[in-house]
């Protein structure tokens, strides 16, 4: 039988769009790669100050959000992921970290050989075209633009002054020889534009005659024989197709979608499939378990004679933005989700940071459609880095357009949210400090209202969000729970990898992208010497 394609990856995000670049890399390969959203070519895609409002968008997103959360008083909390080029990577917060060594060493000791930070630092450094950092923690000659953000803003520079006067000490580089202090964020922009993983590893290879993509199609089902993966069922506006391929199947549609294609596919959780009349073929319980995510919570203040975003967006100025923005590529519209962070350890029995602050030199408040209201002001918001709580994810119905049932199950760790406490009275420290003093800094409503540590924990349990980094539903180890091995093979089906944010066996101490896209790369090392 003659086969069109070798490979067939299912999501063109940020994991994806490394694999399917490396696996074409070779013209004997050939590849197909399927994007179930459209084209990422919408401006507020490529305005990084507009990230936000691609939250709640159906067309470019998946618009999800998790069931009633217990403990965060039954709130339904915004989930989003990209549908588009490049995945959550072309709606992202674009904040270029990799984590602690630490965090590899572990996934390490779980038993996943060849995932030490020192396994690791060579996919990172490959990846990265740094310009700002030359030494042997960075590279300069891979796809991906790291820059570190320069802010035209007083109030940056008065957050890091206030941070020194906190007690915290500078850090020029995130990603180098340790994470802990305050800095600069790298970031994903280029030229003040966003720049995703299709930006970087898709959109330059798209001309070789060996990668075949097709947007606008969706996966909804494997299709399996004998515990071999054979091919894939596709929906699109011509109606639905199988595809097959010839040697392996390589998913890659994020922490949601990956194990829900799985279980609509029969490979999962026995009794639960069998509820919704799925015919399992392979059972896997962990398929959907092992869900984490960091919680944060927005300290905001309004500053007496400080620029933030909301004096800089009114109509005149606004003029001003769009003209730096389109003809010299600078200015307020290119800022990132934050363009200044902390790193620290909320208490002494830590050996590295567990909590992270991300600053943004404005304010607001989230309105019923997921957008930012822009307010007077400046936040500091604050997550625990190890959550202990673990979530799970359940398919609603053997339907594919149904959305699966996402379980957070934040806090339902009682030492989860300490950390947090913690981490909001070192915010109101820096907010207290002689930098600050000259701007009048009032803390706004509603965090405000909270300051013992009871209020403040019914503050994180009323007002806290998403980082929006889920990871670990496709938890890769050596053990039965776990779902792919650490070459990546899901456990009992041949032909068929999983390769995304789903196979963390923990999260990282940090923002998830540049994982998920050394994910994709060590996956393409795993197939090209096994097939
Ligand atoms: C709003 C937001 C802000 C964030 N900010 C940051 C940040 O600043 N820094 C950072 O490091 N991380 C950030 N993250 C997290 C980071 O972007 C993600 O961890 C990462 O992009 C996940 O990569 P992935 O490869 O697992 O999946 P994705 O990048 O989400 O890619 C999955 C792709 O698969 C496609 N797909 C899914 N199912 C199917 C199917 N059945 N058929 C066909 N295609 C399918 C999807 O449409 C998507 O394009 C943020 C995420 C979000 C959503």
């Known amino acids: 039988m003659k086969f069109r394609h070798k490979y067939i990856i299912v999501g063109a995000g940020s994991a994806g769009c490394v694999l399917a670049n490396k696996l074409s890399a070779n013209p004997l390969n050939s590849v197909l790669l399927i994007e179930a959203g459209p084209k990422d070519n919408f401006p507020a895609i490529k305005m990084p100050l507009a990230a936000s409002s691609l939250f709640k968008n159906k067309k470019y997103g998946w618009g999800y959000e998790t069931e009633p959360e217990p403990n965060l008083n039954h709130r339904l909390i915004n989930w989003p992921r990209g549908k588009t080029l490049g995945g959550s990577s072309s709606i992202n917060g ?314 957070a199950n934040y806090l339902s760790h009682p030492a989860d949210i300490q950390p947090i406490i913690d981490g909001i009275k070192r915010i109101r420290k820096i907010f207290q400090s002689s930098a600050m003093d000259t701007y009048n800094p009032k803390e706004i409503e509603p965090s405000a209202k909270y300051q013992s540590d009871s209020e403040v924990e019914e503050l994180i349990r009323q007002e806290s969000l998403s980082v929006y980094h889920p990871v670990g539903t496709c938890k890769m180890g050596e053990t039965e729970e776990c779902v792919v091995d650490s070459r990546l093979r899901v456990r009992g089906i041949s032909g068929l990898r999983v390769a995304d944010a789903s196979i963390f066996p923990s999260i990282i101490s940090g923002n998830t992208n540049a994982t998920c896209n050394v994910i994709g790369s060590k996956c393409a090392e795993y197939i090209l010497a096994d097939t």
């Open 94 to 407: 674009m904040v270029y970290i990799r984590g602690q060594a630490e965090d590899y060493e572990s996934w390490e000791q779980a038993g996943n050989v060849g995932w030490g930070y020192k396994d690791l630092i060579n996919h990172f450094t490959s990846l990265e075209n740094n310009q700002n950092h030359q030494d042997e923690l960075h590279g300069s000659k891979g796809e991906l633009w790291v820059e570190t953000y320069q802010s035209s803003l007083e109030a940056s520079n008065v957050f890091m002054e206030a941070c020194a006067q906190a007690g915290f000490q500078e850090n020029l580089d995130f990603n180098g020889q340790k994470q802990e202090g305050y800095g600069t964020y790298q970031v994903n922009i280029k030229k003040g534009q966003r720049f995703s993983a299709a930006d970087a590893f898709l959109k330059p290879i798209l001309g070789r005659p060996n990668l075949e993509l097709l947007m606008g199609t969706r996966v909804t089902k494997i299709i399996t024989s004998n515990n071999k993966a054979m091919g894939v069922l596709i929906k699109n506006k011509t109606g639905s197709h199988a595809v097959t391929c010839e040697a392996e199947i390589i998913l890659c549609g994020g922490a949601i979608n990956t194990p829900h294609v799985l279980m609509l596919s029969g490979i999962g959780p026995k009794q639960h499939l069998e509820d919704l009349n799925i015919h399992c073929h392979h059972n896997i319980p962990g398929v959907g378990q092992n869900l984490q995510d960091h919680l944060t919570v927005n300290i905001g203040h309004t500053m007496d004679g400080l620029k933030t975003f909301s004096e800089l967006m009114r109509p005149i100025q606004m003029l001003k933005n769009l003209y730096h923005y389109f003809v010299r590529g600078k200015g307020l519209l290119t800022y990132p989700a934050s363009d200044i962070g902390v790193f620290f350890k909320t208490s002494h029995s830590e050996n590295t940071p567990n909590a992270q602050i991300h600053f943004a030199p404005g304010a607001g408040k989230y309105n019923k459609n997921g957008a930012m209201k822009p307010m007077s002001g400046i936040t500091a918001s604050v997550c625990n880095l190890r959550p202990k709580s673990v979530g799970f994810l359940k398919l609603q119905s053997s339907n594919p357009e149904d959305p699966p049932k996402i379980h």
